[in-house]
């Protein structure tokens, strides 16, 4: 589906509010102004394949301040889509990652079970992070915030006959 | 009164006490809440950023169900669920190839949503449906003296703009103030972002986002920081260790759910307000209130 | 009817026309129509041979219709009625087919415009004979004018005109003429003291006879058209006798209430309810606030302002004047206001110290303003670091779309002032596009960035008082990524100026209804048209100039007060202006007095005459809209030009080809 007021990148002011107010731009390969100018260069491949849409946090200060009204964080979420589809993530980015197991939680139970979320996580990208966070997560296991359990909804075939119908609908129109 | 309520999965796990001092607090105040059947997760951030158009279906789901359980409101305490229920009712109606999508997702199971259900942040319930009058009149412990930070996190009144302002939203501070505390009305980190999910993916992000978070609750001198959001709740007050572990600070600033505090505001007792789940301890918040 | 001898004329414009219709065709089925004697095609026939053909053949082919197909009648209308009478036809029996807007304009389909053409054009032919010769009316002008506002643009338009002899009111609503630019400190890019170039100005305005200064005054009414308008003006109450007050102003420094926030000095300063705005005031009196005198607020006081005013010019009885003035036209020329910078609640202006408006600055830095003209900060210490925020709530979709033109220039010359005052301050400039487009403006800036002033291209992101850093503690911190190097700084700075817009005023919608002109989307007052006629409005009669029609600088102003003055004055330098004939007529025998059409009429350009128990048309007022026409249910009134059976033949012409 194509952004909302996607045709509003043309009119990109260059000015950088929405980099100054990004709060990870710090980290990114390419800021989200120049995202915007890479769009229009024709060379948006260089950004999909870089860490920048993968360290977006989704805290919309872009999208409120930007003068020209483009919804930087939406298509911040259309590259990681696109990036996902064509398999373009940067190997060592781990959000792609968590966003897949995440879904994939979403889909079995219905709900996200945050335990397993951390758990896959932990398995698959970062063995690191048992090391650091179980003090944590022990404290947390002790106050009864990380059920062991999931939660499976009656209507969690409703979400895979969604998604199905949805794929569908998507290799159809192609 | 009487509202839908969409917990969100959070409230399931690490939110836990989010949940249940909601509860608690709306007990207090005479409204009853009635879990949402049957919901399934929002899909927040992630599912945005695999299928766009399953993202939009699956919160639909949500509010499908709310309609068939006759009713046209949902109370939503978390910010990221605010945002993507709202989000979705935004994108429906201003891009019709999005409803006749959802609609056909959703007519696959029986079910159809016309986008007319509205979501409803939990502040916002409090301040402009229960009314400040109300919430006062109900207070027994009046919060005389406490230095409160509101710490709205980014997503409560960004991209949607609905109730409050997206820079420099007051819901919350107006709450408190109508308990009596001392509300830090210019702690404009406010609605700066906590890293939410990227705590577990991009640690060093999140740490120093939490880092300059804690740092302006230190500068305005703040006794506690209270959050509307299971995510900037966790990092902020969970991986507050971390923080000082990362940056050598000594950071020991209580994180509560605002329902917490609020809770502890109109007289349930602490216990019920899940306040022993706290990581950092939120004994000096106790100490100064009333008993 | 007597057989008529029709003469066709179809432009080609260039390729405007020609370029989609066939215009060799089109001629030459004019050629065929009944009536039509000649039919001609030409390149442009709003040149001087094109206009030629149309009297050659009127005088020598004996042509007594004339039809001309080409551009809209709003370009060449007059064009070429002219023509028409300097060949020796009456004007009005030459009509316009518009097949340029109506036609080539709008399509690229060779073959539907060409038959598109050909149907525009048989209207007109079809209901030439029925053309009957029409004279213009001429209605007396009332020679004087009247400007309303008291800025540099209204001033300037007054001494102009007074200058040529004619008189001239001069409505201002506060109680000193001067406006925002006696605010300004110095101006770009001569840095001039903006008091020091207006006040001789104000001085001659204040001064010449052909000027009626009616200051502390505003229009509450306007009726009437071109050449006669009657507007109503209500002097408000000073609560002194104008005649009286010499302007010693001892009445104000007595005055015990002594904490209005001035609106002079941008609320910076209190000035008392007795007061004079500032000292060059024109004209030089003390006004009373109603709003704030204990006495006019039913409160006790023991009236010090009394005992302290020698010449005895208080009077608390005083009341509001109505005056009804007749002037033949008016000058616009109410300025604008600053865009408050509250809603872009991501700069905290109005909640952090220390974060001021353009206007604020003027003040500060402004030698007889509330600090001196020493640039302090709210602690009165002076600031060792500032950032200047261009396009604060302007070029955004969020507030303002367009650019006010004006603020990178006076942005630069605040960076100059606090250079020239505190050559030790270090001076950020954070903006998108550096706009110095004006004669000496890229010389301007070339001269601040010759004064170490740093330019950091990136719009700011955020004003923040959060310190992450030692630097940072106590200090104002400005978010900003500097684009050129692609790195987001945080600039610890102790003063923030936000350089913000320029804003229509808030009742600038309302004040043109009451004149009878209309605004743009923008919100400023529309001119006539944005290249050709940029200080006339739609309304004849009515000028306007300065920023009340778009922000501009203080030489585009000047410049601007000039032409409207000229407009003006080649109005009211006539003894009358001629008013076009396809007006409205009410037969007085047929009318049955109901007085639905008077109600109706949009410029209130008829009225009930009880003697003949008839409505009558105001010919001077009618504009020809036929709304009256339309709305009587006896078919009374007729607009001339544009009977019923004309336009019934202009349909039956559309539809035969």
Same mark, same amino acid.
């Given at each position: 589906?194509?952004?909302?007021?996607?045709?509003?990148?043309?009119?990109?002011?260059?000015?950088?509010?929405?980099?100054?107010?990004?709060?990870?731009?710090?980290?990114?390969?390419?800021?989200?102004?120049?995202?915007?100018?890479?769009?229009?260069?024709?060379?948006?491949?260089?950004?999909?394949?870089?860490?920048?849409?993968?360290?977006?946090?989704?805290?919309?200060?872009?999208?409120?301040?930007?003068?020209?009204?483009?919804?930087?964080?939406?298509?911040?979420?259309?590259?990681?889509?696109?990036?996902?589809?064509?398999?373009?993530?940067?190997?060592?980015?781990?959000?792609?990652?968590?966003?897949?197991?995440?879904?994939?939680?979403?889909?079995?139970?219905?709900?996200?079970?945050?335990?397993?979320?951390?758990?896959?996580?932990?398995?698959?990208?970062?063995?690191?992070?048992?090391?650091?966070?179980?003090?944590?997560?022990?404290?947390?296991?002790?106050?009864?915030?990380?059920?062991?359990?999931?939660?499976?909804?009656?209507?969690?075939?409703?979400?895979?006959?969604?998604?199905?119908?949805?794929?569908?609908?998507?290799?159809?129109?192609? | 009164?009487?509202?839908?309520?969409?917990?969100?999965? /959070?409230?399931?796990?690490?939110?836990?006490?989010?949940?249940?001092?909601?509860?608690?607090?709306?007990?207090?105040?005479?409204?009853?809440?009635?879990?949402?059947?049957?919901?399934?997760?929002?899909?927040?951030? /992630?599912?945005?950023?695999?299928?766009?158009?399953? /993202?939009?279906?699956?919160?639909?789901?949500?509010?499908?169900?709310?309609?068939?359980?006759?009713?046209?409101?949902?109370?939503?305490?978390?910010?990221?669920?605010?945002?993507?229920?709202?989000?979705?009712?935004?994108?429906?109606?201003?891009?019709?190839?999005?409803?006749?999508?959802?609609?056909?997702?959703?007519?696959?199971?029986?079910?159809?949503?016309?986008?007319?259900?509205?979501?409803?942040?939990?502040?916002?319930?409090?301040?402009?449906?229960?009314?400040?009058?109300?919430?006062?009149?109900?207070? /027994?412990?009046?919060?005389?003296?406490?230095?409160?930070?509101?710490?709205?996190?980014?997503?409560?009144?960004?991209?949607?703009?609905?109730?409050?302002?997206?820079?420099?939203?007051?819901?919350?501070?107006?709450?408190?103030?109508?308990?009596?505390?001392?509300?830090?009305?210019?702690?404009?980190? +406010?609605?700066?972002?906590?890293?939410?999910?990227?705590?577990?993916?991009?640690?060093?992000?999140?740490?120093?986002?939490?880092?300059?978070?804690?740092?302006?609750?230190?500068?305005?001198?703040?006794?506690?920081?209270?959050?509307?959001?299971?995510?900037?709740?966790?990092?902020?007050?969970?991986?507050?260790?971390?923080?000082?572990?990362?940056?050598?600070?000594?950071?020991?600033?209580?994180?509560?759910?605002?329902?917490?505090?609020?809770?502890?505001?109109?007289?349930?007792?602490? +216990?019920?307000?899940?306040?022993?789940?706290?990581?950092?301890?939120?004994?000096?918040?106790?100490?100064?209130?009333?008993? | 009817?007597?057989?008529?001898?029709?003469?066709?004329?179809?432009?080609?414009?260039?390729?405007?026309?020609?370029?989609?219709?066939?215009?060799?065709?089109?001629?030459?089925?004019?050629?065929?129509?009944?009536?039509?004697?000649?039919?001609?095609?030409?390149?442009?026939?709003?040149?001087?041979?094109?206009?030629?053909?149309?009297?050659?053949?009127?005088?020598?082919?004996?042509?007594?219709?004339?039809?001309?197909?080409?551009?809209?009648?709003?370009?060449?209308?007059?064009?070429?009625?002219?023509?028409?009478?300097?060949?020796?036809?009456?004007?009005?029996?030459?009509?316009?087919?518009?097949?340029?807007?109506?036609?080539?304009?709008?399509?690229?389909?060779?073959?539907?415009?060409?038959?598109?053409?050909?149907?525009?054009?048989?209207?007109?032919?079809?209901?030439?004979?029925?053309?009957?010769?029409?004279?213009?009316?001429?209605?007396?002008?009332?020679?004087?004018?009247?400007?309303?506002?008291?800025?540099?643009?209204?001033?300037?338009?007054?001494?102009?005109?007074?200058?040529?002899?004619?008189?001239?009111?001069?409505?201002?609503?506060?109680?000193?003429?001067?406006?925002?630019?006696?605010?300004?400190?110095?101006?770009?890019?001569?840095?001039?003291?903006?008091?020091?170039?207006?006040?001789?100005?104000?001085?001659?305005?204040?001064?010449?006879?052909?000027?009626?200064?009616?200051?502390?005054?505003?229009?509450?009414?306007?009726?009437?058209?071109?050449?006669?308008?009657?507007?109503?003006?209500?002097?408000?109450?000073?609560?002194?006798?104008?005649?009286?007050?010499?302007?010693?102003?001892?009445?104000?420094?007595?005055?015990?209430?002594?904490?209005?926030?001035?609106?002079?000095?941008?609320?910076?300063?209190?000035?008392?309810?007795?007061?004079?705005?500032?000292?060059?005031?024109?004209?030089?009196?003390?006004?009373?606030?109603?709003?704030?005198?204990?006495?006019?607020?039913?409160?006790?006081?023991?009236?010090?302002?009394?005992?302290?005013?020698?010449?005895?010019?208080?009077?608390?009885?005083?009341?509001?004047?109505?005056?009804?003035?007749?002037?033949?036209?008016?000058?616009?020329?109410?300025?604008?206001?600053?865009?408050?910078?509250?809603?872009?609640?991501?700069?905290?202006?109005?909640?952090?110290?220390?974060?001021?408006?353009?206007?604020?600055?003027?003040?500060?830095?402004?030698?007889?303003?509330?600090?001196?003209?020493?640039?302090?900060?709210?602690?009165?210490?002076?600031?060792?670091?500032?950032?200047?925020?261009?396009?604060?709530?302007?070029?955004?979709?969020?507030?303002?779309?367009?650019?006010?033109?004006?603020?990178?220039?006076?942005?630069?010359?605040?960076?100059?002032?606090?250079?020239?005052?505190?050559?030790?301050?270090?001076?950020?400039?954070?903006?998108?596009?550096?706009?110095?487009?004006?004669?000496?403006?890229?010389?301007?800036?070339?001269?601040?960035?010759?004064?170490?002033?740093?330019?950091?291209?990136?719009?700011?992101?955020?004003?923040?008082?959060?310190?992450?850093?030692?630097?940072?503690?106590?200090?104002?911190?400005?978010?900003?990524?500097?684009?050129?190097?692609?790195?987001?700084?945080?600039?610890?700075?102790?003063?923030?100026?936000?350089?913000?817009?320029?804003?229509?005023?808030?009742?600038?919608?309302?004040?043109?209804?009451?004149?009878?002109?209309?605004?743009?989307?923008?919100?400023?007052?529309?001119?006539?048209?944005?290249?050709?006629?940029?200080?006339?409005?739609?309304?004849?009669?009515?000028?306007?100039?300065?920023?009340?029609?778009?922000?501009?600088?203080?030489?585009?102003?000047?410049?601007?007060?000039?032409?409207?003055?000229?407009?003006?004055?080649?109005?009211?330098?006539?003894?009358?202006?001629?008013?076009?004939?396809?007006?409205?007529?009410?037969?007085?025998?047929?009318?049955?007095?109901?007085?639905?059409?008077?109600?109706?009429?949009?410029?209130?350009?008829?009225?009930?005459?009880?003697?003949?128990?008839?409505?009558?048309?105001?010919?001077?007022?009618?504009?020809?809209?036929?709304?009256?026409?339309?709305?009587?249910?006896?078919?009374?009134?007729?607009?001339?030009?544009?009977?019923?059976?004309?336009?019934?033949?202009?349909?039956?012409?559309?539809?035969?080809?």
């Amino acid at each position: 589906m194509a952004m909302p007021s996607g045709e509003k990148i043309k009119i990109c002011q260059q000015c950088g509010t929405c980099t100054g107010s990004c709060p990870t731009s710090y980290l990114m390969d390419y800021g989200p102004r120049e995202v915007i100018a890479a769009f229009r260069a024709g060379m948006i491949d260089k950004v999909v394949k870089s860490n920048t849409i993968w360290l977006c946090t989704s805290c919309y200060y872009c999208t409120v301040r930007c003068p020209a009204g483009i919804k930087i964080t939406d298509l911040m979420y259309e590259l990681k889509r696109m990036a996902i589809k064509y398999d373009l993530t940067p190997k060592t980015s781990r959000n792609p990652a968590m966003t897949k197991i995440f879904v994939d939680s979403v889909r079995k139970h219905g709900r996200n079970h945050e335990v397993e979320l951390m758990a896959k996580f932990m398995l698959t990208k970062d063995w690191s992070l048992p090391f650091k966070f179980w003090q944590l997560g022990l404290k947390l296991f002790t106050a009864g915030r990380m059920p062991l359990t999931a939660t499976n909804i009656r209507g969690r075939e409703e979400l895979e006959k969604i998604s199905a119908y949805l794929e569908a609908q998507e290799a159809n129109a192609q | 009164m009487k509202y839908l309520y969409f917990p969100g999965c /959070s409230a399931e796990a690490t939110g836990k006490a989010y949940d249940i001092s909601t509860r608690a607090m709306m007990e207090k105040l005479g409204v009853e809440l009635v879990e949402l059947d049957d919901w399934n997760c929002c899909g927040a951030t /992630s599912y945005f950023s695999v299928r766009e158009l399953d /993202s939009f279906a699956i919160a639909a789901r949500n509010l499908a169900i709310a309609q068939e359980m006759g009713d046209d409101e949902v109370c939503v305490i978390c910010n990221a669920c605010y945002t993507t229920l709202a989000k979705t009712n935004r994108y429906m109606a201003e891009d019709p190839r999005i409803f006749e999508a959802v609609n056909g997702a959703l007519g696959a199971v029986g079910r159809s949503y016309d986008g007319k259900v509205k979501v409803r942040h939990i502040v916002d319930i409090l301040v402009n449906d229960i009314g400040l009058e109300a919430v006062t009149e109900r207070v /027994s412990r009046r919060l005389t003296g406490l230095r409160v930070a509101p710490y709205y996190g980014c997503q409560f009144s960004r991209p949607m703009g609905s109730f409050d302002d997206v820079q420099l939203p007051t819901t919350m501070d107006r709450l408190f103030e109508a308990m009596g505390a001392d509300v830090i009305t210019d702690f404009d980190a +406010k609605t700066d972002c906590c890293g939410g999910m990227m705590m577990l993916t991009r640690e060093d992000a999140a740490l120093r986002l939490c880092h300059e978070l804690l740092t302006a609750a230190r500068q305005y001198k703040a006794d506690v920081l209270v959050a509307a959001c299971p995510l900037c709740e966790m990092n902020l007050e969970g991986y507050q260790p971390r923080v000082n572990k990362t940056y050598g600070t000594d950071f020991n600033i209580p994180v509560m759910y605002f329902t917490q505090l609020a809770g502890l505001a109109l007289g349930a007792d602490p +216990k019920q307000l899940a306040m022993e789940k706290q990581v950092v301890s939120c004994d000096p918040v106790l100490a100064a209130i009333p008993a | 009817m007597a057989e008529e001898k029709i003469g066709v004329y179809i432009c080609h414009c260039g390729t405007n026309i020609a370029g989609t219709v066939d215009v060799e065709e089109v001629t030459r089925w004019a050629a065929e129509q009944p009536n039509v004697a000649i039919a001609r095609e030409y390149k442009y026939m709003c040149s001087d041979p094109g206009q030629d053909l149309i009297k050659q053949d009127i005088k020598e082919n004996g042509i007594t219709r004339a039809v001309v197909a080409a551009c809209s009648p709003t370009m060449h209308e007059p064009t070429f009625r002219k023509a028409a009478g300097d060949g020796g036809l009456n004007p009005y029996l030459l009509q316009m087919a518009n097949i340029r807007e109506h036609c080539s304009w709008v399509t690229i389909d060779h073959d539907a415009a060409t038959e598109k053409a050909k149907r525009i054009l048989g209207a007109q032919i079809h209901r030439l004979p029925l053309n009957v010769p029409l004279q213009p009316i001429e209605v007396p002008v009332n020679p004087n004018v009247m400007v309303v506002g008291g800025g540099i643009a209204g001033i300037e338009a007054a001494l102009k005109l007074a200058a040529t002899g004619k008189k001239v009111y001069l409505v201002e609503r506060d109680p000193s003429i001067g406006g925002h630019m006696a605010m300004f400190d110095k101006t770009f890019p001569t840095l001039d003291c903006a008091a020091c170039i207006l006040t001789p100005k104000m001085s001659a305005a204040g001064k010449e006879p052909n000027i009626e200064m009616l200051a502390y005054s505003e229009v509450t009414q306007v009726d009437g058209y071109v050449g006669n308008f009657k507007v109503k003006v209500k002097k408000k109450a000073r609560f002194i006798d104008t005649d009286k007050c010499t302007g010693c102003a001892l009445c104000t420094e007595a005055c015990v209430v002594r904490k209005v926030p001035s609106e002079f000095d941008m609320g910076l300063s209190k000035r008392a309810a007795a007061y004079i705005p500032f000292p060059q005031a024109v004209p030089l009196r003390a006004t009373i606030d109603p709003t704030r005198c204990l006495t006019l607020t039913g409160k006790k006081c023991k009236q010090p302002c009394v005992a302290a005013c020698g010449p005895e010019a208080i009077d608390f009885e005083q009341k509001d004047e109505e005056l009804e003035l007749e002037v033949g036209a008016i000058i616009m020329a109410t300025g604008f206001q600053l865009w408050d910078p509250t809603p872009e609640t991501r700069y905290s202006y109005g909640k952090l110290d220390n974060v001021i408006s353009s206007l604020e600055f003027e003040r500060i830095s402004n030698a007889s303003g509330p600090t001196g003209g020493h640039i302090v900060c709210k602690n009165g210490e002076a600031p060792k670091s500032v950032a200047i925020l261009h396009c604060v709530g302007s070029r955004d979709d969020n507030h303002q779309e367009f650019c006010s033109r004006v603020c990178c220039m006076y942005s630069l010359k605040f960076a100059h002032l606090i250079k020239e005052h505190l050559p030790e301050t270090e001076v950020y400039e954070c903006y998108i596009d550096m706009r110095t487009y004006g004669k000496g403006y890229e010389e301007f800036y070339k001269r601040l960035m010759n004064e170490s002033v740093h330019f950091i291209r990136g719009r700011a992101a955020e004003v923040s008082a959060v310190a992450l850093s030692p630097e940072e503690q106590g200090e104002l911190v400005v978010k900003v990524e500097d684009t050129l190097l692609g790195i987001t700084r945080r600039l610890p700075v102790d003063m923030v100026i936000l350089s913000s817009g320029l804003a229509p005023r808030a009742d600038a919608k309302a004040t043109s209804q009451i004149f009878g002109f209309g605004c743009s989307s923008n919100g400023f007052f529309l001119e006539r048209h944005p290249k050709l006629e940029p200080v006339s409005t739609v309304t004849d009669g009515i000028f306007i100039a300065g920023c009340c029609q778009y922000p501009k600088d203080i030489p585009d102003t000047v410049a601007q007060a000039g032409a409207a003055a000229a407009g003006a004055l080649a109005l009211v330098d006539n003894a009358t202006v001629k008013v076009e004939p396809t007006i409205s007529y009410i037969d007085p025998e047929k009318c049955s007095g109901c007085h639905i059409c008077v109600g109706l009429c949009p410029h209130a350009a008829i009225q009930y005459n009880a003697e003949k128990d008839a409505a009558e048309v105001i010919e001077a007022a009618c504009k020809g809209c036929g709304v009256c026409v339309a709305a009587c249910g006896s078919g009374v009134p007729q607009q001339r030009g544009y009977l019923d059976e004309q336009i019934f033949a202009e349909i039956e012409g559309a539809l035969v080809v």
